[in-house]
Each structure stands twice: as structure tokens, then as C-alpha cells.
């Protein structure tokens, strides 16, 4: 009897034991299967940032579409894709060991080439005239007649400096844009919607996104749209004109049509284009990274008006551009109390009179008043080189710009 109750108890601590090991077997390979599946990603997130700094080293041209083994042993595949959007490019790196991925999305532009110009004004042949309270902080590039003191409703200049930094001469033509881009932005006006195009109706109000990943989508757009949340890799369209309300929220998205109104109260970032008018309204926001282009078309023999209203803000890029000059130049006009932190470009006319916290090139101000209409004038404006961020990266326009650098990181 005693025999065969130890032999009972032999078996039981038997498996007990067994159990025990292959407890402790299982821990040791789930940790190790842990260990290398953290090592893996540890690998593949540096993969993906080697791949990032080479696209960003500017080896890559066009919207190209590259994969190549890394280090050329066959186990470290990247995949690397760009593509304009906008005025800005954005890249997807993609790294790849065995069934594991990891991959990143971006928006990219270049950093100012300089960060000491506060304004470029073509040399026409008269002076940059300045009264009231205007301030301009930074070199400046003016006429060969160069800068004088005005007098503009019953104010003089009232600062101690015409300029508060060097003074340079610019040239009868403007730092001249990438072609190429521009070309393709005004493509978007006249492209026929893809297959892929959603109508927004009028009751459509759910939130919507759309990955960088997958292939651009139009949405063909009413005056009167009421979705509540668009996002991502999406293309606003119309051919009449759209109006973005303060309930709307927009992040990354493209917004196109020959009129664009944002109402009062609006705040979200994206990039508007359009070819007869852009009329944001006061007390608006558009966050960085924000784009506002007016495109004038050769077909358009009246005037492109481009406004900004009084307190509101746009940190990015404010751009009007025509390739051939008429006498229906552009218009871009920045309110009283208006912002832009970041960079103006106009090859027509600009009507300043808020501020500016960065660079301004202009082909020529002009100054309303209700009396007159003053050229080269400004009156009450500051541009100021030193408040713009030095974080601040400008869109892929210029010509001139060369270092590439990350604006924002995608979802």
C-alpha cells in the first residue's frame, strides 16, 4: 500500500516538474521571440530614418518611387515614395525585414535660404514711401531711389529709422518660382475628378480621412458643404466656389476652386487655391502649416483679389502669382490687425497694412485710402524677419531654395 502511494506521488511531482519545464521553456522562447521582434523594430526604425535623411538629401528627383536594399546584404529593404502636394512634398519611407514594416509618412519644404531679408521690392524706378507707425525689421531690397519719409492722412513717420538693417538693391524682376510647380497646381483647376471621386451631399456631416498611403481622392464639393472633419490625403474640388464655415475643420488637405470664402471664425490648417478670388473673413486662423494661393489664369482679363480680414492669422505662406503682367494686376491685401507668420510672395500688387512676422517679396505695394490710391506706400505696416520662427520651413516654391527639412509628421 505504501509502495503504490509514493509511486502515485512520484508521478504527480513527475508532471508537476514537467509542467514547470515547459513553463519556463515557453517564457524563454516568448522572450526571445520579444527580444528579436524589439530588435527588429529597433532596426527597421532606424532603416526608416536612414531612407528619410536620403530622400531628404535631395538624391531622389520627381515623384519618383524608389526600393533598394540599405546596406546590400538582402535582408534591409526600403521603400521610398514622394510627391508633390500642394506647394509643399510629402514622402512615405517604408522598411521592410521578413513580414515585419514599419513606415513613416511626412510633409517636407526647405528651410529660407536667408534669414536676415525682411523685404525684396522690384525696382520700378520710384521709392518704397513709408509713414505712420511702420517698421521695417531686417535688410531690405529696395529701388535704386531706395526709401523716403510720406505723408498719408495726416500721418508722418513717426519711427527713428526708415530701416532697421542693411539696405540692398533689388532688380526690376522678382526671385523667379519653380515652373514646374506651379504648372502643376494650376492643373489641378482644369484635371477631371478621378474615378475615385466622392460627392459630398448636403447631409453629410461624419468625419473623414485619408491616408497619405493610398491614392489622392477628390471630392467634388457644393458651395454649401456641412462635413464637419476632413483630413489628409484629400482634394477639395469645385468649379464654382466653396465656403469653409467655423464649424468645418480641415487638416493637410488641398482646397481648390476658382473662389474660395473662409467665414469668420474658422480655424484649421490646409493649403487654398483658387484663380479669381480668396476672401478670408476677420477673426480666422489658419495654423502652420498653411498655404494661401492666388493663381491667376492667362483667361482671366479682370482683376484676382486676394484678402485677408482684420485679426486674423495665417502661419505659412500667402503667394499671388501671374505669369504675364496686365493691366489687371492681383491683388493681395492684409488687413489691419492681420498676421502672417511666415512668407509673402506677389508678383502683382500688395496692400499691406498689418504685419508681418518673416519676409515679404512684392512686385509693387499699393495703398487705398479714401481719398486716393497711393503706390509704394505703406502706412501702419511692419515686417519683421526676427519674429518668424526659426523653425519655421516655407513651401517648395523659389527657385532658389535647396535644404530640405521635415514641416510636420503624417498620421
Known amino acids: 500500500m505504501l509502495k503504490s502511494h509514493a509511486l502515485y506521488f512520484t508521478l504527480v511531482i513527475s508532471v508537476i516538474i514537467a509542467m514547470l519545464c515547459s513553463s519556463l521553456l515557453l517564457v524563454v522562447h516568448y522572450h526571445n521571440v520579444a527580444s528579436l521582434y524589439e530588435f527588429q523594430s529597433k532596426d527597421l526604425t532606424n532603416n526608416v530614418s536612414s531612407g528619410i535623411a536620403y530622400l531628404l538629401s535631395g538624391e531622389i528627383e520627381g515623384e519618383d518611387e524608389l526600393i533598394f536594399d540599405l546596406f546590400g546584404e538582402g535582408k534591409d529593404s526600403v521603400k521610398i515614395q514622394q510627391k508633390q502636394w500642394g506647394v509643399y512634398d510629402y514622402g512615405i519611407v517604408a522598411a521592410k525585414q521578413g513580414t515585419q ?5 511626412f510633409l517636407y519644404g526647405y528651410f529660407p535660404k536667408d534669414d536676415k531679408t525682411a523685404l525684396y521690392l522690384s525696382d520700378l524706378g520710384y521709392p518704397l514711401v513709408v509713414s505712420g507707425t511702420t517698421h521695417l525689421q531686417g535688410n531690405c531690397y529696395l529701388p535704386k531711389s531706395k526709401i523716403k519719409r510720406g505723408y498719408v492722412l495726416n500721418k508722418g513717420f513717426r519711427g527713428t529709422k526708415l530701416v532697421n538693417g542693411s539696405i540692398l538693391l533689388s532688380k526690376n524682376t522678382l526671385p523667379s518660382v519653380q515652373n514646374n510647380r506651379i504648372e502643376k497646381v494650376f492643373g489641378f483647376f ?6 475615385s471621386c ?11 480621412y485619408f491616408s497619405f498611403a493610398d491614392t489622392t481622392r477628390y471630392l467634388s464639393v457644393t458651395e454649401g458643404y456641412t462635413s ?7 482634394i477639395l474640388w469645385s468649379n464654382d466656389k466653396i465656403v469653409i464655415t467655423k464649424e468645418q475643420r480641415l487638416e493637410d488637405v488641398l482646397v481648390i476652386a476658382p473662389s474660395i470664402h473662409i467665414e469668420e471664425g474658422f480655424e ?11 476672401y478670408i473673413e476677420k477673426n480666422c486662423k489658419l495654423n502652420y502649416p498653411s498655404v494661401v494661393g492666388l493663381l491667376k489664369s492667362p483667361e482671366n482679363q479682370g482683376h484676382a483679389y486676394l484678402s485677408i480680414g482684420n485679426n486674423s492669422i495665417v502661419e505659412g505662406m500667402v ?6 503682367r496686365d493691366k489687371y494686376q492681383s491683388l493681395v ?6 498676421i502672417v507668420q511666415g512668407s509673402v510672395y506677389t508678383t502683382g500688387y500688395l496692400e499691406h497694412q498689418g504685419e508681418v512676422w518673416g519676409d515679404v517679396i512684392c512686385y509693387q505695394f499699393k495703398l ?10 505703406l502706412l501702419d505696416a511692419k515686417i519683421n524677419i526676427k519674429k518668424r520662427s526659426p523653425h519655421f520651413v516655407t513651401p517648395s516654391l523659389l527657385e532658389t531654395q535647396k535644404e530640405k527639412q521635415v514641416v510636420k509628421w503624417l498620421d
Open 190 to 195: 482644369t484635371k477631371p475628378l478621378s474615378s
Open 198 to 208: 466622392v460627392a459630398i451631399q448636403d447631409t453629410f456631416k461624419l468625419p473623414y
Open 101 to 105: 514594416q514599419v513606415s513613416k509618412g
Open 333 to 338: 491685401k492684409i488687413s489691419k490687425e492681420a
Open 268 to 278: 484649421g490648417n490646409a493649403q487654398f487655391f483658387a484663380q479669381d478670388s480668396i
Open 319 to 324: 503667394f499671388s502669382y501671374q505669369e504675364k
Open 368 to 377: 487705398h485710402t479714401s481719398s486716393s490710391v497711393y503706390e509704394n506706400h
Open 228 to 234: 464637419s472633419f476632413l483630413k489628409g490625403n484629400l
